[in-house]
């Protein structure tokens, strides 16, 4: 299966540059490129895309809000594009307003050619490709832009998981894996995936990093908590 990636980036010669990074991999094809987020909107309704190398910093619609709106438009099914952001610095608060959006993940502009190849994989197998650890820098260092008070909705959506799965969550957004979890609750790691997935179901979640961010909103996880 080839893997369709949109590039979208205000510079013509970064697009450039991975495009032809992309092109010398069988399994993966630009389909169609932007400028900006107003610009990719447009293009996504024409053209089908799996993956969307976003940059963040653009002029009009900006990576965050291009990210927002894409990722209200689908389903959260494994048809719909799935956005990875692209960012010049690492701890950025842009990368954290569009994890919250619903990106997938992110990378750093100057990551090696093949890691950003494994993360267009991995976000197209939905997959992460933020690591937990990672995401919960990002909270602890934007803490004071999340709610004081639980969001009524939210805390209603956490009454749905089991003590278990409570668990689980607070662990996963403490930034373990599911082996570490499954050693820490005396689990099979099979288990501990079972969990996940079902919390993801449960809660209408795209993937484990949005789960870390519901963790933080409605106070499940405290910013600076240990991990």
Known sequence: ??????????????????????AAQQDMEVVAEAGDGAEALATLREQPVDVVLMDVRMPQVDGVEATRRICEQGEGGPGDPKVLILTTFDLDEYAFSAL?????????????PSDLLAAIRAV???DAVV????????????STVLPAATPEPLAKELAK????????????????????????LVLSEATVKTHVGRILT??????????????????????????
């Not at 205000?10 to 495009?19: E, H, I, K, M, S």
């Not at 959006?101 to 502009?109: I, Q, R, T, V």
């Not at 690591?131 to 934007?142: G, V």
């Open 100 to 112: 919250k959006a619903g990106a997938s993940g992110f990378m750093l502009k100057d990551v090696p």
């Open 124 to 126: 197209h197998s939905g």
């Open 202 to 227: 449960k809660l209408e979640l795209r993937d484990r990093v949005q789960a870390v961010v519901v963790a933080y909103e409605t106070g499940l996880v405290r910013a600076g908590s240990g991990g």
């Open 1 to 22: 299966m080839t893997i369709r990636v949109m590039l979208v980036d205000d510079q013509a010669l970064l697009r450039t540059g991975f495009r032809m990074v992309l």
């Open 161 to 184: 998981l089991t003590t278990r799965e409570r668990e689980v969550l607070q662990l996963v957004a403490q930034g373990l894996s599911n082996g570490e979890i499954a050693g820490r």
């Open 131 to 142: 690591a937990p650890s990672t995401t919960r820098r990002l909270i602890d260092r934007f």
